[in-house]
């Protein structure tokens, strides 16, 4: 059995992913974010230009009446500290009681011991999503990581298997962002074609990934139907932000504004991706 | 009595507003900010394209020693932690006492018990400015509040009668960000029409108006006078950056483009914007 | 002796800069960077840009495991706070224990005592690099301080005797950020042209320079040849942008494309600085 007779691809615009996308704009999440202190700003404007409503709440003395509130949860240990990690722990907790769903980001887990540990006890409450690269995901699933500080240094496709399994395990959808992004939801899989190779050189491109999903999964009862659906959408905006761009500045600029753009009145000729 | 009878509409190019600006420039006011991490670098942009020297000082040992040396002062309560908030109250409280004008951003007060106290606490050093949304300004008035985190969900007319009776009791001027935004010091109402929709894309963009209000009110000793103009400053930067970009994410970048070009040579036909 | 009788000038492309370059992003050093809240995301697009693997990790919980398996770490306390320092110093101790480069980022140092003091301490961990303005230059050498915030009131230039005894008393090579850059080792001093006066509207241009540093450091075993090249390569990226750019937002983003485009197939006509 090959690879391709695995999985499905799925590309903007299918149906199901414009309707998503419709129906976030409609509904205009609230995102609670508990996310890493490099990719803050940008992760609220990419959240802010595919129609969501961020909310960066960090504290421990709010996240706790706040999550329960919001419409979803992102969860990045990109740079926990000690007093960060209480505050993901009390978010995921909350988040977990009142049934609000979340996405686990567990940057660079498996190479520090800490945020290990701390990535640890946040499974513990039950992520709606996880979405990481291939050396976070493997990490993950207990087969081992090559990670080189946040930066993936096995493919996508090798994490497949490690994905399933931990999909299963936690009961999460997993995406694993590469050249090609999985979702799987440890039976189901689906490939989206990945972001332009650039793309990797704008820090916090995979965690802003993280909080779509997680806007996606705060209007969407299906989560692997919105972890797909999310995955597209940033892909395809991806794709048309690497055309416009001559360098990795530029790009990072033409992401937030195609993220506003795609789907919207005008996008009449959407790029195919396959 | 309608609104119109109520107030003034103040716009660039008006006399005063290029006259403060130009002052700014030439005085270069070391602008002291406290503020929340998802804004503190397009923040400091702001500032340096305006015309000011921004300082992001906020460790607790080290406010205290500079706030009273900066021309001006910004508390912002955005992502506010029990670590940041007594360096606020004691930047606040360094600042009333040395007399350095300082503004007060009160991000998402009313909807987060934490954050609600901590900002009751901060009017107790008496902030020359407080600026924020409708939400905000009624949820300070006392008159209940509708913010959906850190997005208003009321139009800034609304607040008009909380923000006079806010600063009627503050001794503060109230600067409500909007469609229209409105400054008043309890009596007079100037309105300035605001930035363009699609600035409310932008994360920050009214956490850095907070900043250009520290600016002008560190050079202008008519804090009435300096909330106009740097709200007029702001919103024609704003206007004309909205014009140049084609989303949220080029719109961020014109708008520190253009805040660095108004009044400069060169800004021969100032968009009107009435 | 006139100050041109003292070093020599040297720009992009000579030989020794772009062999620097080019090893730079075959080797993709791995940046460990403990630095300040404002310029975190733009110094990791930076490092990506120019071809580094930049790695944010700030807890003190995690600093010592990090910095010995990072090619150079950077200590910037632009915003240090006690919590912070406490990291910094670990994150130094272990570089200097293992033998990772560390370049020294002492923003307004002697403007205010509780940074100046953490960098006393930071200096007993040995720093591979100081990189600084003159006002911070100055303090450092306890030539007395000028600064006015972050920025610098002195000219590059009136700090090179103290970069000389600071290189000297600290066996650091010291680098002072300014119209013109200088760097020294105590004896040889070598001038790169700077960047445009525009950089000095984009925050975190200076402390960017520092990361960079770190980058070249990492793979290269002459600190002197590593300061000198990659002062150069910052340098003619900020030429190149400052010449594509209206005002200081667009000139950020053309900063990390021209820092990603620079040396690269297509790179035929270098722009010469002299």
Sequence with gaps: MTLKETFTHTTWPDASIV?????LRQKNPLVH???????????????????????MVVAVEEVGQFAPVADALLVNVGTVTAIDAGAMLEAARAANQAGTPWVLDPVAVGALSFRTDVVQQLLGHHPTIIRGNASEILALAGEGSKSKG?????DSSEALDGARSLATRTGAVVAVTGVVDYVTDGNEVVGVPGSHELLTKVTGSGCALGAVLAAFVGVQDSVF????????????AGERAAHDARGPGSLAVALVDHLYLVGREGDEAPVSST
Tied chains: 1, 2, 3.
């Design 19 to 23: 309707e998503d996308l419709t129906r």
């Design 33 to 55: 974010c508990v996310t890493n202190l490099v990719v803050t700003n940008f992760t609220a404007n990419v959240l802010l230009a595919v129609g969501a409503s961020p909310a």
């Design 150 to 154: 946040a930066d993936s240094t096995a």
């Design 225 to 236: 139907r919105a972890a797909v659906s999310g995955s597209a959408v940033f892909a395809i």
